[in-house]
Nanobody, 128 residues
């Protein structure tokens, strides 16, 4: 199994920044897709960003249109951790952010069903 733990959420003013972390443990050697989703009250969980890799030196990053140019997903291999750097935050970014992982590489990355493991979520609140 793979265990995912998110951290880094909190309260920030509009225009500010936060960096979310997702630490993976367990059987992570073959983990090849990791993503971030978010869910606001009364709304469905939506795709935010994903990072895919076939080999250690090859990575592919994809983003939802509403975060392009503002959010960046990255990976720290030694720490087995994926980050989501969020800049220029807007009130509409307020949501619980979830980390997700798939243990085998896939070209699909933007659907909930594309992932096998999920973290507990971390709250991000952006004030006006």
């Amino acid at each position: 199994q793979v265990q995912l733990v998110e951290s880094g959420g909190g309260l920030v003013q509009a225009g500010g920044s936060l960096r979310l972390s997702c630490a993976a443990s367990g059987r992570t050697f073959s983990t090849a897709n990791m993503g971030w989703f978010r869910q606001a009250p009364g709304k469905e969980r939506e795709f935010v960003a994903a990072l895919r890799w076939r080999i250690t030196s090859t990575y592919y990053a994809d983003y939802a249109d509403f975060v392009k140019g503002r959010f960046t997903i990255s990976r720290h291999n030694a720490k087995n951790t994926v980050y989501l750097q969020m800049n220029s935050l807007k009130p509409e970014d307020t949501a619980v952010y979830y980390c997700a992982a798939r243990t085998q590489y896939s070209s699909s990355y933007s659907s909930i069903s594309d992932y096998d493991y999920w973290g507990q979520g971390t709250q991000v609140t952006v004030s006006s």
